[in-house]
């Protein structure tokens, strides 16, 4: 049996599993929606990713999990790592462009920028307290204007003339577009401009203060956008390299980092047909009410957290 | 006001009620009232009733008077400062008011008393009867008390993070506050504090050679705040960081930092209620930011700067800024901070505290961090 190892991001919107070897090439991977359902959908993962590797050949000795969910999930497949999703990244991205300088993402929810010098992150920021400028402001705008936001990235690149579109704030964007709708602009132009405003918006907040290096990797949902990618291309002057595997770089990071962590847990692939519920504890020892939450397996509890201290701590 | 006899209180920051509250006790033969620590329902009590673009400490300071005049406090203490929180005194007295409280406000800023004397005939007027000889004795052990909680504090954040026994710094810290809130006179603090760092100092620890350090940077009253800052110093320290903090009441206003004595009296001399809590320290440091700026942007914003610069020029391997949204000064010092970052390549992490609950964001982005300052370091030594 051959050694192999789990890497799983579950995000607000999507939900990645990868299987690597000790070389670290990935030998399964799958991506799907959340929904809502970070169980759920870390469960099918797992299945998903069992259906595509050999059981007789392979054997996972190390998951690692990311993303938001990472905690409850990490507590689900006995994980040997859980990490953030900004190293994750960083450690995914490096290992499959070792001479990357710079990493732009945009997510669902978030946006981030890492610096990279000799393979390893000497600098990130993360937009914080607001979420302007990521793929869910892209999503309702599409919505607005009646279009598939898989679309936005053909149709901007359609455009001769994309309309000005204030970057600031999102209100303001919003509001903007609105005016220049109602004023009677082409909507490929406006979609243009939306691409154009989020690229701006992210030089502006994010990369404030940042010496954007090449070789530059874009990733993260938003780097399905032709329309991003070449507003990022012209305001930068340089070329943007979007891998096709960028939507992996996560789950690929937290299964690299579960390799490099030394410690090898049995993983199962079984977990998939378990049942993991969580339930919600209000800790009423002072008025900071913490919310515990605790996971049970099959009825056993495996795991909880939430607590500012002791007080609230719950053991099985 | 009710003719009931006066009881004092101050919003929490830090520990450092423990000093503030012997100063009433002790020096004016008052009572006082220590708000309850700070809980979600502080701040949410604070922020339902203040203007919603005001800074976070307002809101903390808010919430504080009205859970501390709930347990009985009936004069609340407000000490101004050189931004915005200059006018706070005026701001929260009124607010309070409006919503039917009966308290007194002691408002120790300029433009209430004038100058010192008035200030100090300001505080006099809620203690007639006391002696000037009576307050002046307590005085060496209020200093003494802040002394001890900023060292015991600033040996924790360079070790803690190292220790073998799980809790084990935490609980000699725990023993040393409640110990010292039963401290009557100078020598009971001066004994504890020494029973304490020969505590701290019997611990084991396996602290390497060449720790990874972080410097902490900030706004006057996040940084000195562990409930607003979400304990932002024992997040890093746990994850096995040296971490160092100037800012705190003993550099701020007790001593000077001027190398040599005259300096310092020099300094002392012009002990500057005006600009308040910055007067003796922000002349010698702001010579030794000349490079970067020319100009004081008030508040804490050239400590945040002096020390960016010589926590870089110590080879440090990160600083972490923390501010309460909006704080003005602190963000008219960031693009300076962004050229110390340029200049000694130095990375920093930037914090913005608002009046959100969760944890996560900031555990996230602490942790991420910390594992690239981490992995760089290794990087470098091999």
Known sequence: MKKAYLGIDIGSISTKGVIIDEEHNILASVYLWTEGNPLGASKKVIQELASQIDLDEWTVVAAGTTGSARKLVGAMCNASIVKNEITAHAVGTTTLHPDVRTILEIGGQDSKIICVEDGVAVDYAMNTLCAAGTGSFLTSQARRLGVDVEEFGKIALGSKNPTP????????????????????????????????????????????????????????GVSKNEGVVRAFADSLGEEIIVDENGHLMGCYGAAILAHGSGIEKPFSFDVADMEFVTREVICENCPNHCEIICVYRDGELIDSWGNRCERGVIRS | MSAKPYNLTYPQLGNYDIP???????????????????????????????????????????????????????????????????????????????????????????????????????????????????????????????????????????????????????????????????????????????????????????KPDDPVRVGIIGEYFTIMDPFSNHEIEKKIAMMGAEVHRWMDL?????????????????????????????????????????????????????????????????????????????CTPEMDAIPVLHN???????????????????????????????????MRKEARQS
Not at chain 1, 175 to 186: A, E, P, T, W
Not at chain 2, 36 to 60: N, R, W
């Open chain 2, 20 to 206: 503030i509250g012997f100063l009433v006790r002790k020096g004016l033969g008052l009572a006082y009232t220590s708000p309850p620590p700070m809980t979600k329902q502080t701040i949410e009590l604070g922020a339902k009733h203040s203007p919603d673009y005001v800074c976070a400490p307002f809101k903390c300071m808010m919430g504080c008077y009205i859970e501390a005049m709930e347990k009985g406090a009936n004069v609340i203490i407000q000490t101004g400062g050189t931004c915005r929180l200059g006018y706070y005194g005026e701001l929260h007295e009124q607010i309070l008011k409006d919503l039917g409280y009966d308290f007194k406000i002691m408002n120790l800023t300029l433009a209430q008393y004038g100058g010192i004397m008035g200030i100090l005939g300001g505080i006099k007027k809620y203690a007639p009867k006391r002696k000037w000889s009576q307050i002046a004795k307590v005085i060496p052990t209020v200093a003494k008390m802040i002394k001890s909680i900023d060292k015991v504090e600033d040996y924790m954040r360079k070790n803690m993070g190292f220790e073998d026994i799980p809790g084990s710094f935490e609980k000699i810290y725990k023993h040393f506050l409640s110990k010292l809130r039963q401290a009557e006179t100078t020598k009971d603090v001066e004994e504890l504090y020494h029973l304490t760092m020969r505590s701290f100092s019997r611990l084991p620890v396996h």
């Open chain 1, 165 to 220: 579109i204030a970057a600031r704030c999102t209100v303001f964007a919003e509001s903007d577009l609105v005016h220049k709708i109602q004023m009677g602009h082409k909507k490929e132009d406006i979609i243009a401009g939306l691409c154009n405003a989020v690229a701006n918006n992210y030089l502006n907040n994010i990369g404030k203060g940042k010496k954007i290096l090449p070789p530059i990797v874009f990733q993260g």
């Open chain 2, 250 to 326: 003993s550099h701020s206003v007790l001593s000077c930092p001027d190398d040599n004595a005259l300096d310092m009296l020099r300094s002392y001399a012009k002990y500057d209620l005006k600009r308040f809590p910055s007067s003796i320290w922000v002349d010698s440091q702001r010579k030794k930011i000349k490079k970067y700026v020319s100009e004081d942007m008030g508040a804490s914003s050239v400590a945040t700067i002096a020390m960016a610069d010589h926590y870089a020029a110590s080879g440090f391997d990160g600083l972490v800024h923390v501010k309460s949204f909006g």
């Open chain 2, 340 to 374: 110390i970052s340029a200049d000694y390549k130095i990375p920093i992490l930037y914090l913005s505290y608002d009046t959100q609950s969760s944890d996560t964001g900031i555990e996230t982005r602490a942790e991420a961090f910390y594992d690239m300052i981490s």
